[in-house]
């Protein structure tokens, strides 16, 4: 094999001399029983993208709708995790911290503490708790949705197997559904 060969394919391989233009794409579509499907993607290649998102939501027995078939069920919220065992504060105190900061809504499940916030207000809040000495298990701005989807055991099968599939391409960053699991 040619020199040359071998150094332009090291050079690809480390992205050296790369002019890859990678775009941010949202694909919406329906899952298992009408659950609705936003993926998140970036990509260099859409028509492979597409391609692959469309034929794993095929295969699955969903199908990919067109742009803005399914946002209208979600609103962008910033979301915090805390996990009650590692959080130093009781509850009430840290719901008015939370709240004091711009929090929307303070949520103490079983195990965690979930914070809501308007996307304008994520920094300041997870700021604020973080001066308090908390550790997240999860912080960030998702898409959250305004209603849920039960699905039985063989439909929450198939649809468990979308979602791995989806979350195993490499152009994809995010999926969010309105499946109650």
Known sequence: MPNDTINNAIKKASGEGSNANYEELTYEGYGTNGVAVIVKASTDNKNR??????HIFDKAGGNLGTSGCVSYMFEQKGVIVIEKEDCPMDEETLMMTAIDAGAEDFEAEDEVYQITTAPSDFTAVSDALVEQGLKFLEAGVQMVPNT????????????????????DLDDVLEVYHNWDE
């Open 49 to 54: 993208t597409a391609a692959d998102v469309r």
């Open 148 to 167: 849920y989807v039960s699905l039985d055991e063989a439909q929450a099968e198939k649809m468990q197997r979308l979602i791995d599939n989806l979350e």
